[in-house]
């Protein structure tokens, strides 16, 4: 049995064998999006197809080296979120400068827009930063 040791930095246990700080943040944020959304952990393990244990485990930072990539984007499904922005908070991968790239995918994913509805809003966004930031740089 492994000592926990409590973590202040990140609020969840630290175990006394290293967790890597990927998977601290991980954790943290996973923890967070089932809270925000609501689930139980038993739910949520039952939609993203896992365990409960197995995601008290995820949220908690006991288990790095077994999780898969089919888990977190079971995961990102469950709680409506695109996998690149739990990888990106997790820092597995580098944050994107541009949030828009992302929106066409959240769009999708979230309220199951067309993809004729994702190219009107981007059309939509594109004429109003025109219209705002030429009267920025231009008053």
């Known amino acids: 049995m492994k000592k926990v040791i409590p973590s202040p930095e990140h609020d969840l246990p630290e175990t006394v064998t290293s967790v890597p700080k990927e998977m601290q943040l991980l954790a943290t944020y996973l923890l967070k999006l089932r809270q925000?959304?609501?689930?139980?952990?038993?739910?949520a393990a039952?939609?993203?197809e896992i365990t409960p244990s197995?995601?008290?485990?995820i949220e908690t930072g006991a288990t790095f080296s077994t999780i898969s990539i089919r888990?977190?984007?079971n995961l990102a499904k469950t709680y409506n979120t695109p996998t690149t922005v739990i990888?990106?908070?997790?820092?597995?991968?580098?944050?994107s400068e541009?949030?828009?790239?992302?929106?066409?995918?959240?769009?999708?994913?979230k309220y199951q827009m067309s993809n004729q509805a994702i190219r009107d809003?981007?059309?939509?966004?594109?004429?109003?930063d025109?219209?705002?930031y030429a009267t920025a740089r231009n008053p």
């Open 87 to 95: 990888l990106e908070k997790a820092k597995l991968i580098e944050e």
């Open 46 to 48: 039952r939609q993203a």
């Open 71 to 73: 888990t977190i984007i």
């Open 130 to 132: 025109k219209k705002y």
């Open 36 to 43: 925000e959304s609501g689930f139980s952990l038993r739910e």
């Open 98 to 109: 541009y949030k828009l790239p992302l929106l066409p995918q959240y769009l999708r994913l």
């Open 121 to 128: 809003m981007e059309m939509a966004k594109k004429i109003v």
């Open 54 to 57: 197995y995601l008290s485990k």
